[in-house]
Each structure stands twice: as structure tokens, then as C-alpha cells.
């Protein structure tokens, strides 16, 4: 009997297969435990290996094989790019920052190991993530590999991930006063969030050597998938299941923060989610279903429970 | 009146020179405080700016100068490793590290700021630095670039300086245990200091294009100077003056930690560092005088009073 296969049973092997590859990978380049560098490593190793969805290396792998690149190139460059995302969380979830205590599922880096480590384990990854990139074995071409440096660190520094989480924090701080309307809570969101998946789809194009005037409609759709990750997380944090997102929810609200639902109500947002989806759908028209894993993606991201 | 000037007076025109580079390069280079960014700018200006002897910088700018690099370029490398250097000084004081409260005779970002945006500024430092060796301006060859970031972040991450700090947490914790002998000091340091002041020379001579086998003399050169820079700063940290110095001192004997005094002795200790001086300045015997800046660095780096 022949089962068709829809798109969203296609991003479910892509989805594993990509999950594999990165704890594979992240196992193979991440420091062995030994002697003194135990406990640096063995912290690295627990916030890195075995959690997460992966979400930026599967857009980044997508967009780099649906333009011919091999798959080992792209899990390397999804390696440096989720090293970046773990070690935001990390640093995200210290006492100083969100104060969280459950991530994926298992206790936060800090409250399983210490801050300091938890504070080092930090730096020590987005230290490996330029490492990676800036091995050969990332790509032969040093231009490929240097313009992966510069986009990863253009999107996650003071001009970006970072802004967005300082932008994030005075939101707190600001809430009263009525500033955050939403021209600023999407703009905090497209540097805390969007900038590292905008990133994801950009790596994936150098990768495959497009060039710059050749990526507009992949940046198009990596803009409207960002804007709808956010929104679809404020809906997790304010409707999703707390077992399941393996972290604690409603931590928004609780804080009385601004976000989409707050400010658009969660209909509308849901709305506006699914509208961003069709948007980003649209900037693929000119693939057929070898582009079905992004199309499935841009779906998966408002549909996903955790 | 003709002065003959001499090697220190060489170093302390140098020394100003970078000095002065450095600050301005950042000043250029990092964002500029407006609106929402207002705070992480601030943050990471007043970390970076104004302070520090620029040690890994005029490293650099000395050695790629020598073998005819540009000034310009070599202040713009020389930014990035100083920008790395000033990230793990952020994240060192923090309370839940080192927990200091004076830097550079001013209050440390922690205590200026917040805790949340001391670890976010120094996560924007470490971001800046391959921002900035990524970026055209630094050098047009890709080739160079992307070996400037392969070195940096090879000695920096969890084989290199981010491992030196958590065994330095680890000497802490262990001191009663008697594990802390010389070979483990050394190495210690080696990962802690040594391997950024190295990562300079080396950064320097990839500007200049030396090939890697024309290298061996300034690695030798850099390796007796990290280890000398370890000695003469345990040598500070036990007899030197806390207003000189911008920071507390006698803070390594009040926890009881190891150090190249408490293990060898203040004379011994002080004839290691002047022979480590003899040997690296031996390792520059090809050159003649225009590589006296380097000659009178590695005096520098045992004499100093800060």
C-alpha cells in the first residue's frame, strides 16, 4: 500500500533527522570531559546535547539542501548557530536575567551545576560557535566561512539578539509607563528572536553560494516566520501546556509584560500568525515541493505545542 | 640636544600610541547610545573605553607592524582582542565569579549597572570582537580573516582562557586538597592569560602573512612573556599598591589560593620572570632594533607597577 506523504510527515523525518545530526555533532566537536575540564565541558555538554527543537538548523539545513548543499556542511553551521541559541538561554535564565529553573525539561544549567559555571559555559559556547564556522571542515571556501562569521555575529550581538534581550529586560522596568506599544514590542522581538532565524535562513544561503540579490525572497520568508514564532510563543506562554514546553509558563502575564497577545488580544494574534505563515508560503512560490520542509516549517512554527 | 632615546622610552610612545588607537577604534566602532540601546551601549562603552594598558593590542600592533602591516589594520585586530579581554574581565568580576567591585580605579560594570547588563555587555564584547575581524575593513583578504577569528576563538574558549578561569574556580575550591603544585599553576595560567597574549603575537603575524613555519620565534617569544606576565601579576597581587593598580589587591593570598609566590617563593619567583624576559627576547635575535618595542614589552611586562 502506498501512503502519501504530506508535508508535515516530511518535516517530521526532517525534524528527527536534523535533532539527531546536531546532538551528533555537538557530541563529536563539544570538549570531552576529562581531568580539570570536567565540569566545563560536562555543563556544556548538558545544556547543549539532547534538548530543543532545533528549529535554526533545520531552516538552516532546509535552505542550504534545497540549493544543493550536502547535509554535513549545513549540520556544522546548524551546530555553530545552536551553540548561539543555547548559550542565550543559558545566560537568559541566570538569577540576574529570568530567574528560571526548569529548561527542556531538566533543571537550568545554574541550578544544576553553579552560576559560575553557568555564566562561563555560556561564553565558552558562543566561543565554540565561531570556532566551528571558522574551521575548513565547515566549508574549503574561506570567503563561505568568514561570511558566516560575520552574519552569525551581525545577528546576535549589541545590534541584535543581545539588544533584544536589553530590550526586553527595560520592558519589564517600563511597563507602567505605557511605552510598549506594538511598532516596539515587535521591533524587541525581531532583534531578540528574528534576527537569529533571519540568520539561520542567510547561512544556509551562503552556504550554497547564492548571491546577495539572489536571497530577497528567502529574506522575506525568514522575516514573516520570525514575527510568527513570536506571536506564536506569546500564545504558548499565555494558552500552552507547561509539561510540555518543559519550562514555565504565563511568566508574561505574571510579570504584567507587554506582548502580542496582551496588546492584539489572542484572536487577533492567531490571526496575524497564520496571516505571516501564508506571507512567508508565498515568497516560495518559485520552488516546487522540494521546498515543501520550509513550507511545512513556516506551518509547524504557529501550530507547535512547546 | 640630541637624546638618545632608548627602548623604554620607545615602549612608553607606543604604549600611548595604541592607547590612544584603541580607544578611539572602540569609540568608533561600538554602537552608539540612542533610544532603547541607550543602556547596552553605555554599558559596554564604559567597559571598553579609557581603561586598561592595551597589553594585547600593542602585542599585536607590534608584531604585525614589524613585518610591515599597517597601523589601521593592526589597531582594528588589535580592538577585537582587546574587546575579548574586556568581556572576561566583565564576567570575572561578577558577583558570582571573582565578585570584585573596583576595575580600572572605577566601579565595575556590575556595580555601575546591573548584573543583567554586565553579563549582556560582555556578551556583546565577545560578539563585537568577530564582528570586527569578520568585517572587509579589518583585512580585504577572506583567507586572513578567517584566520583571525580561528585563532581567537581557539584561544579563548573551552581549550583556552574560559577553561583557565573555571580552573582558577576550581584552585579556589581545591586549595586545602594540596592538588594546586607548579606544573598545575603553570597550566593553569597557560589556558587563564597566557593563551590571548600568544593569540596576539600570533594574530599579528597572520596580518603580515607570515607563514605558520616562520612563526616558531614569536611563538617562543609569546610563551616565555605570558608565562612572565602570570608571575610578575601574582608578584603585584602580593606586594604591589592598590591605587596603582585601579583594582583590590592581596586577594589570591585572603583566599588562600596558589600562586607562583605562595609556591615559589617572592625571590625565586622574581628571578623566574627576569629569565623568561632574557628568553624571549632571545627568541628576537634575528631582528635588529625595530623590533625593540617588542625587547622592551617583555621588560615592561615584569616591571610594571600595574
Known amino acids: 500500500m502506498n501512503v502519501v506523504t504530506g508535508p508535515e510527515t ?3 523525518g526532517d525534524m528527527a533527522r536534523i535533532q539527531r545530526a546536531i546532538d551528533t555533532s555537538f557530541d563529536a566537536l563539544l570538549p570531552e570531559a576529562g581531568d580539570s575540564r570536567v565540569r566545563l565541558a560536562e555543563a556544556m555538554r548538558y545544556a547543549a546535547i ?11 539545513s532546509a535552505t542550504a539542501t534545497l540549493h544543493g548543499v550536502g547535509f554535513e556542511s549545513a549540520v556544522r553551521a546548524g551546530t555553530a548557530i545552536e551553540a548561539v541559541h543555547v548559550y ?3 545566560h537568559d535564565d541566570l538569577p540576574c536575567m529570568d530567574d528560571d529553573a526548569m529548561r527542556h525539561g531538566k533543571p537550568t544549567l545554574h541550578r544544576a551545576f553553579d552560576e559560575a559555571t553557568a555564566v562561563l559555559a555560556g561564553d ?12 575548513p571542515a565547515t566549508s574549503s571556501d574561506p570567503f563561505v566561512r568568514i561570511e558566516l562569521v560575520r552574519t552569525l555575529a551581525g545577528a546576535t550581538g549589541a545590534s541584535g539578539m543581545v539588544l533584544g534581550q536589553m530590550m526586553d529586560i527595560a520592558a519589564e522596568a517600563a511597563q507602567e509607563s505605557g511605552q510598549f506599544d506594538l511598532p516596539t514590542v515587535t521591533r524587541l522581538q525581531q532583534f531578540k528572536t528574528g534576527a537569529l532565524l533571519e540568520a539561520a535562513v542567510e547561512m544556509g544561503a551562503i552556504l550554497a553560494h547564492l548571491p546577495p540579490e539572489g536571497r530577497t525572497h528567502l529574506r522575506g520568508y525568514a522575516r514573516a516566520i520570525g514575527l510568527a514564532f513570536q506571536i506564536a510563543d506569546d ?14 509558563l ?21 490571526a496575524q500568525a497564520a496571516m505571516l505563515v501564508d506571507q512567508a508560503v508565498l515568497h516560495l512560490e518559485r520552488y516546487g515541493p522540494e521546498a515543501d520542509t520550509l513550507r511545512a516549517l513556516a506551518r509547524f512554527i504557529v501550530e507547535r505545542k512547546h
Chains 1, 2 share one sequence.
Request: aromatic share 4%; charged share 30%; glycine share 10%.
Open 10 to 12: 516530511l518535516l517530521a
Open 50 to 60: 539532547g534538548g530543543g527543537k532545533r528549529l535554526r538548523p533545520l531552516l538552516l
Open 88 to 90: 542565550s538561554l543559558i
Open 124 to 135: 565558552a559556547l558562543q566561543t565554540f560557535a565561531f570556532e566551528v564556522l571558522a574551521d
Open 235 to 248: 500564545l504558548l506562554d499565555a494558552e500552552g501546556d507547561e509539561a510540555a514546553a518543559g519550562k514555565a
Open 250 to 270: 504565563r511568566k508574561d502575564a505574571e510579570a504584567g509584560k507587554q506582548t502580542f497577545v496582551s496588546l492584539l488580544g489572542a484572536e487577533r494574534a492567531r
